[in-house]
């Protein structure tokens, strides 16, 4: 394993990654409102404009509440210029005020990456029905395809410190596994073939390809902890709440409808210049 970046610091399993929901400022948007439904209630989300997959979470929820009659309002903020920074891998109690917070700004918390299991719910809070599905990613110039020993085969492969990644290597090939401490420096090193492999959080690659295309080969990970859920989060308290069984409902009505994945489709991997990807 090589670093010259930074002091690489604890590699163990994070509790979740990086960038999502630390405590900051919030400022409330005016409602969206959907045609015909000026008399309806108001759902209001937190969305983190930092979330790669922050377009993706306020089309779920104007989608959601116009199926349950109803619009959507938002609470944005941006956790990469809260005033802890945007990394929610802090104290455990101060991520727990976070949320805290959070839920009593709205009724649900979107873009919550939800490990499978389940086993990451924050403390005093519970988890919606997953509206997308997403994970980490192999993503490499050459071949990226055949499954993590045949990446080992390939090359040095690069990960994100704290990642689920760094838990892959053991004694005998760690000499394979290089740290880097931003999807930027990890993306680049991938390009500039100091790594043929990067290990990758799949919604941060999605923006930066959809910004920067490249002509990349990406794969799906089968591998422990690279693949999640993204839900929203509200309080244990709220179960019962009706606007939470509302949105619930209308995300289990959009499923079946296939209107759902419609929705979520337009923010999934670009097709141009991309080539590889295994499903």
Not at 1 to 24: H, N, Q, V, W, Y
Request: net charge negative.
């Amino acid at each position: 394993m090589s670093s010259s970046l930074a002091p690489e610091g604890d590699l163990t399993r994070p509790r979740k990654r990086p960038g999502i929901f630390s405590s900051g400022a919030m400022l409330l948007t005016a409602a969206l409102l959907a045609p015909g439904l000026a008399h309806a209630g108001t759902i209001t989300f937190c969305v983190d404009k930092a979330n790669p997959m922050v377009s993706t979470d306020m089309a779920v929820a104007q989608a959601a509440a116009q199926q349950a009659g109803d619009v959507a309002a938002f609470v944005v903020r941006d956790s990469l210029h809260a005033s802890s920074g945007g990394d929610d891998d802090g104290p455990r109690g101060e991520n727990q005020k976070s949320f805290q917070a959070l839920g009593r700004q709205c009724d649900l918390i979107m873009g919550f990456p939800l490990e499978d299991g389940g086993g990451n719910i924050p403390e005093g809070m519970s988890a919606t029905q997953p509206y997308a599905r997403t994970g980490f990613v192999a993503v490499g110039q050459g071949q990226v395809s055949g499954g993590f020993k045949a990446l080992l085969h390939e090359g040095q492969i690069g990960v994100l410190s704290m990642s689920p990644a760094t838990t892959y290597f053991t004694i005998k090939n760690v000499s394979h596994e290089h740290v880097y401490f931003s999807n930027d420096q990890l993306f680049d090193a991938m390009l500039n073939g100091q790594v043929q492999t990067a290990l990758i959080w799949r919604p941060w690659l999605n923006q930066e390809l959809a910004m920067h295309p490249k002509a990349v080969h990406v794969a799906e990970l089968n591998m422990p902890y690279a693949n999640w859920n993204v839900v929203a989060l509200y309080p244990q308290s709220a179960q019962n709440n009706a606007t939470v069984k509302a949105f619930n409902a209308a995300l289990a009505s959009l499923s079946a409808s296939h209107k759902l994945g419609g929705v979520v489709k337009p923010y999934d991997i670009p097709t141009n210049n991309v080539s590889g990807m295994e499903e």
